[in-house]
């Protein structure tokens, strides 16, 4: 039930458990200015406090607009089946994977449910809530705070960086050091991509270029690798361009697999007959591809 309360009333304890969007809140607040608050806002009832869920833009917007009554509904009054409850229905709330991370990563340390608890709480598998607790696991405090607050971007650590943790081409320490240096700086998520390259592949100069501040430099000095193919022969550039697509739908793959939207037996059944055919040539593949990595590495 909607009910109208203060909102100055809320517990903001899980603020930082939500990405920020710069862009997405300004849009957010301008709807809100125009049309008023019209989608209620989402906690738990314990004892005392009124802990905020869901609904941390519409809050920030109203704090901005000076609306001290907002509409509010309650998953219920324990903080812990409240988390609960939200998380499954969060395909529709649209919460990210680290979102849900951040959330599940809670209730395992701070309310002790085991993974099995929190599997059977959510109706998932235990290995979709271990997938979860991994990616928040691999993340420093450092890490997080910059993803969680908008100063990196979410799918660049998701689907560039996570490639260099799951190779071992990069330590944590490396992961921290390159987000420190690029966060913040308005990069598109292509220039990062091609910062992150240079940075954990390229050679000494340019991560001690990166590290000087020279961002511009870098990213002009990456254009020129990608661009220089006056020397290469029409079957060589052939060769970079399939490299690029297979990169490129890779990506695709890895961040659409799970999307929740997918749900009718026909796309099941040809998805799973065409990845089958994927998977029977990944073993060669990767043998090929390592194979034409140490040729090339030796340029």
């Known amino acids: 039930?909607?009910?109208?309360?203060?909102?100055?009333?809320?517990?903001?304890?899980?603020?930082?458990?939500?990405?920020?969007?710069?862009?997405?809140?300004?849009?957010?607040?301008?709807?809100?200015?125009?049309?008023?608050?019209?989608?209620p806002l989402e906690g738990v009832d314990t004892a005392g406090r009124r802990i905020l869920?869901?609904?941390?833009?519409?809050?920030?917007?109203?704090?901005k607009l000076g609306i001290g009554i907002v509409p509010y509904s309650s998953l219920g009054t324990d903080e812990v089946m409240g988390i609960v409850n939200f998380l499954?229905?969060?395909?529709?709330?649209?919460?990210?994977?680290?979102?849900q991370a951040r959330l599940i990563d809670d209730l395992h340390k701070v309310h002790k449910m085991s993974v099995l608890e929190i599997a059977r709480g959510l109706e998932r598998s235990k290995s979709w809530v271990s997938m979860r607790l991994g990616v928040i696991g691999k993340m420093s405090d450092c890490v997080r705070q910059k993803v969680f607050k908008g100063k990196f971007p979410v799918y660049s650590y998701m689907y560039t960086l996570s490639q260099f943790i799951r190779m071992n081409c990069a330590k944590a320490e490396e992961i921290e050091e390159f987000v420190n240096l690029t966060a913040g700086k308005n990069l598109s998520i292509r220039d990062i991509e091609k910062l992150a390259y240079g940075y954990f592949r390229g050679p000494q100069d340019f991560k001690a270029q990166l590290k000087e501040g020279n961002i511009l430099w870098a990213i002009e000095r990456m254009k020129d690798i990608n661009q220089d193919m006056g020397d290469c022969n029409e079957n060589e550039k052939s060769m970079l361009r399939d490299l690029e697509i297979v990169q490129k739908y890779m990506r695709k793959i890895i961040h659409k697999s799970t999307d929740p939207r997918f749900k009718s037996n026909s796309f099941f059944v040809q998805a799973n007959l065409l990845a089958g055919g994927i998977l029977s040539k990944v073993s060669p593949f990767q043998r090929t591809l390592r194979q034409f990595y140490d040729r090339s590495g030796q340029a």
């Open 1 to 39: 039930m909607v009910q109208n309360v203060e909102v100055n009333s809320f517990d903001l304890r899980y603020e930082n458990y939500r990405l920020r969007n710069a862009g997405a809140e300004q849009a957010l607040l301008c709807s809100i200015s125009d049309y008023g608050l019209r989608d």
């Open 53 to 63: 869920l869901n609904g941390f833009k519409r809050y920030r917007c109203a704090k």
């Open 88 to 99: 499954r229905i969060s395909n529709s709330k649209c919460l990210t994977i680290l979102e």
